[in-house]
């Protein structure tokens, strides 16, 4: 449907599902196609921090549906920390319990394959020496003695992956017995399939997985779902995620692992995804927390912003106010004939700028 060869004859709605994960251009991509803008219905249960802002500055028309559907019940997430090792003993043997009451277990890596460390701009240090990659054991990290030589960096601790989380669950004794299936984006589309297939029937009732699964999943009988690494994980993204389970009258449970030290930006992110269920709640968090970007430009998120003396969340007044008055003043004269002054200060500060006020 992007696709620069796709033609329509008379475009004149666009409805655009699971907003957060198509970019700026993208969504921008159909409203160039038709004689007319067509009218455009933007859905989604995590808002990007963007759409939170064009909200405020009154470019978007909100309409929330904040009941939860019929029949479901709710789910309780809870951070757990990856270096305590009785919690994490617990985690499986909670998932045994899950999967004897009938119950589906998802298991989230953030990589596919191992030996992948941890991104150099990750807000959180790598896990100690102990558990370095080449094995070195305690105070690798430190200057030898006797010698002028500076201290190593410790090896960054490689994220966890599909690969060899499910070789390390099947040899789990808490899960002796209980079968456990691999699901990721390089299989082919019969072994997804099957894949699915077997997870929903309780043949391999734990299912380790990347983000493939975030939407268009729908096995009720899923109950669990752990999410390992989970600080490499955006709010938006670990709240869908966590819409697996829960999607029948069985409460769900969502384990978000983290080496994330207390009282990072990366835990402070993954307890407000835990204090809550509420995806304009977390939004306006992502909101506060990374920003808006610039609404008036490509940037989602980030520093650049047009606004220099005003924040989106914390001057929501004043910007409805501005709006308003701004209204008020174009009804009354829409080509600002009365205000040349004005008139000639926006068209200089807006510039290339203003063909990006009605993307969404």
Known sequence: MLSETVQFAELGLVVVDEQHRFGVEQRDALRSRGVRVPHTLVMTATPIPRTVAMTVFGDLETSQLTERPAGRAE????????????WMTRIWDRVREEVAAGGRAYIVCPRIDGDVPE?????????DATDSLDGAGEGAGAAREGT???PEKPAK???????EVVERLRALPALTGIGVGVMHGRLGADEKDAAMQAFAQGRTPVLVSTTVIEV???VPEATVMVVLDAEHFGMSQLHQLR???????????CLLVTHAEEGSLSHERLEAVAATSDGFVLAEKDLELRREGDVLGTAQSGGRNSLRLLRVLKDADVLALAREDARGLIDADPTLAASPALAEAIDAWLGEREEFLERT
């Open 75 to 86: 789910t309780i997430t809870h951070v757990v920390p990856a270096d305590n090792g009785a």
């Open 243 to 253: 819409g697996r389970v829960g999607r029948s009258n069985k409460a769900g449970l």
């Open 148 to 150: 002028d030589a500076p």
């Open 216 to 218: 268009g999943v729908d």
């Open 157 to 163: 601790r490689p994220l966890e992956a599909v690969v």
């Open 119 to 127: 991104d150099d701009a990750g807000e959180d240090p790598a896990s």
